[in-house]
């Protein structure tokens, strides 16, 4: 059981260009959580999907940030005209059910925004 | 909404000592209650979570919480630390009537376990 995988671990965009970050859960995992991590904003809660349905996505920025899991071995998350902002590290994490708090983590992706 | 506060920012123990990192929460409904450690460049991994029934659980690599109604806490200890505890632990909350269970997160408490 490699854990759940998340590629790249760091990436590096200017301003305005496109960030596409990837996620693999563990296998039979129904639940994906997408967490951005920063040091004056701490951990908060992006999106999250269920059996590959969208389910709530209440921490996502309104615009330039999407999710999608078009299938069950991947989740990408996708920041359109990046800015500096954006910048923090990404992280995916997937628990087996979706009531359940015992969620595993990816080591997360670095995204810097320069 | 609920909140996670975590009074303690930084905490410094020596190597075989125990340490308590404090968390009070607050919320009006059915929680759950967990406790995640992240090391330096690592995701977070999951130490112990508390839903109902005995107050105190018990995690991996010795570690242990106890929820207390009446404080609105989840306090974590630990009897004997070890140098590989350094690490940063987080507090977290999940309503149970939510349609998943996305964590809240406190700020999180820096351990450094000197030898």
């Known amino acids: 059981n490699a854990g759940v995988i998340q590629t790249p671990r760091h990436k590096v965009t200017g301003k305005g260009q496109e960030a596409t970050l990837w996620c693999e859960p563990i296998?039979?995992?129904?639940?994906v959580f997408w967490y951005r991590q920063t040091i004056v904003q701490g951990l908060e809660f992006l999106t999250y999907?269920?059996?590959?349905?969208?389910?709530?996505d209440s921490g996502m920025p309104k615009e330039r940030f999407s999710a999608q899991m078009p299938n069950q071995s991947h989740s990408t998350l996708k920041i359109q005209s990046t800015q500096p902002q954006d910048s923090a590290v990404y992280l995916c994490?997937?628990?087996?059910?979706?009531?359940?708090?015992?969620?595993?983590f990816g080591p997360g992706t670095r995204l810097t925004v320069l | 909404t609920q909140t996670v506060s975590q009074s303690d920012a930084h905490v410094t123990v020596f190597e075989g000592d125990s340490v308590e990192l404090r968390c009070n929460y607050s919320y009006g409904g059915s929680i759950y209650l967990s406790w995640y450690i992240q090391h330096h460049g690592h995701g977070l991994q999951f130490l112990l979570k508390y839903y109902s029934g005995n107050p105190v659980v018990q995690g991996v690599n010795g570690f242990e919480a106890e929820f207390s109604k009446s404080d609105s806490s989840f306090h974590l200890r630990k009897a004997s630390v070890h140098w590989s505890d350094s690490a940063v632990y987080f507090c977290?909350?999940?309503?149970?009537?939510?349609?998943?269970?996305?964590?809240?997160f406190g700020i999180g408490t820096r351990v450094l376990v000197r030898p």
């Open positions: 296998s039979g995992h129904s639940a």
């Open positions: 994490a997937s628990s087996l059910r979706d009531w359940g708090v015992e969620q595993y």
């Open positions: 977290a909350v999940s309503p149970t009537n939510s349609a998943g269970n996305k964590l809240t």
């Open positions: 999907f269920r059996n590959q349905a969208p389910i709530d």
